[in-house]
């Protein structure tokens, strides 16, 4: 796969797949969510269920699988997801703890930035962390290339804290565990960067609760920058992970972010509607 992302959409026999083979399967998976009467209320957008056949190869039958569950976790936590847009979390995303970097890694898989210093464990929680990471990712999730590519996160442990360590719970990583594996978005790949005396702990704690398809997707690459490279050119990373790109403008992005404010507030009526 190039850094352009994939040019063909193959399924799980291998099939390489036309606009009209797509088309036909998202057809056969909206049918199966209108005849489900629990699913009464949700998105119904090609963008949106498409997201869940990226995830399972296109086989129909296991993105409804997918989607299913994904929505009866939701109605089954639903403060540990998005009902609010980024203009109403302005305060909390202008911390810059969290943003999505204008580069894509080498398998052309969008690049999620999490700079766990600077979350503010006095005025957040793990809930509010993980409505603002499901924001991000819905601003880009409306891409063809991030759907069928997938999403890297880069989190950056330097200042990791007391307070977040205390925030790894049993409850949480079960909750943080399942929505990984559930969440519409064709995987996540995790690269953990730099150190901190806290971290042999916190994975001693979370391992244990991890399936092993996430452990495999965890990098741990702490400052050697030509390890996180083999990942992530250093022509699209910024000096502060060894590379060669353009610092981080923080500001622009987050207005890019507020500028999605319309789109993602759309997307909330529904999420409103599913948990009725």
């Given at each position: 796969?190039?850094?352009?992302?994939?040019?063909?959409?193959?399924?799980?026999?291998?099939?390489?797949?036309?606009?009209?083979?797509?088309?036909?399967?998202?057809?056969?998976?909206?049918?199966?969510?209108?005849?489900?009467?629990?699913?009464?209320?949700?998105?119904?957008?090609?963008?949106?269920?498409?997201?869940?056949?990226?995830?399972?190869?296109?086989?129909?039958?296991?993105?409804?699988?997918?989607?299913?569950?994904?929505?009866?976790?939701?109605?089954?936590?639903?403060?540990?997801?998005?009902?609010?847009?980024?203009?109403?979390?302005?305060?909390?995303?202008?911390?810059?703890?969290?943003?999505?970097?204008?580069?894509?890694?080498?398998?052309?898989?969008?690049?999620?930035?999490?700079?766990?210093?600077?979350?503010?464990?006095?005025?957040?929680?793990?809930?509010?962390?993980?409505?603002?990471?499901?924001?991000?990712?819905?601003?880009?999730?409306?891409?063809?290339?991030?759907?069928?590519?997938?999403?890297?996160?880069?989190?950056?442990?330097?200042?990791?804290?007391?307070?977040?360590?205390?925030?790894?719970?049993?409850?949480?990583?079960?909750?943080a565990t399942k929505a990984i594996q559930l969440f519409?978005?064709?995987?996540?790949?995790?690269?953990?960067?730099?150190?901190?005396?806290?971290?042999?702990?916190?994975?001693?704690?979370?391992?244990?609760?991890?399936?092993?398809?996430?452990?495999?997707?965890?990098?741990?690459?702490?400052?050697?920058?030509?390890?996180?490279?083999?990942?992530?050119?250093?022509?699209?990373?910024?000096?502060?992970?060894?590379?060669?790109?353009?610092?981080?403008?923080?500001?622009?992005?987050?207005?890019?972010?507020?500028?999605?404010?319309?789109?993602?507030?759309?997307?909330?009526?529904?999420?409103?509607?599913?948990?009725?």
């Amino acid at each position: 796969m190039t850094s352009e992302g994939r040019e063909e959409v193959i399924d799980s026999n291998g099939e390489v797949l036309t606009a009209e083979d797509i088309a036909k399967r998202l057809q056969e998976l909206r049918e199966l969510v209108i005849a489900d009467n629990k699913l009464k209320g949700i998105r119904m957008d090609d963008n949106y269920l498409v997201r869940f056949l990226y995830c399972c190869d296109f086989n129909v039958q296991e993105a409804f699988k997918r989607l299913q569950e994904f929505h009866n976790m939701v109605k089954e936590n639903p403060d540990w997801f998005t009902c609010l847009s980024p203009l109403e979390r302005r305060v909390q995303i202008e911390t810059q703890a969290k943003v999505m970097l204008p580069c894509k890694d080498k398998d052309g898989r969008a690049v999620y930035l999490c700079r766990i210093g600077k979350v503010d464990a006095g005025s957040s929680d793990p809930k509010q962390e993980a409505q603002l990471d499901e924001m991000w990712f819905e601003a880009i999730l409306n891409d063809s290339k991030a759907m069928g590519n997938g999403i890297s996160i880069v989190i950056d442990i330097n200042g990791y804290s007391w307070k977040l360590f205390r925030w790894l719970t049993p409850t949480n990583l079960k909750m943080a565990t399942k929505a990984i594996q559930l969440f519409p978005c064709k995987e996540f790949i995790f690269h953990v960067v730099n150190n901190s005396f806290l971290l042999k702990a916190s994975v001693n704690i979370a391992w244990p609760f991890m399936s092993e398809d996430i452990k495999k997707r965890i990098k741990f690459h702490f400052g050697d920058w030509s390890s996180l490279h083999e990942h992530i050119s250093p022509e699209v990373l910024p000096p502060e992970y060894g590379g060669r790109g353009p610092a981080i403008n923080f500001e622009k992005l987050a207005e890019w972010f507020f500028d999605q404010d319309a789109r993602i507030r759309e997307y909330l009526k529904y999420r409103q509607l599913s948990l009725q």
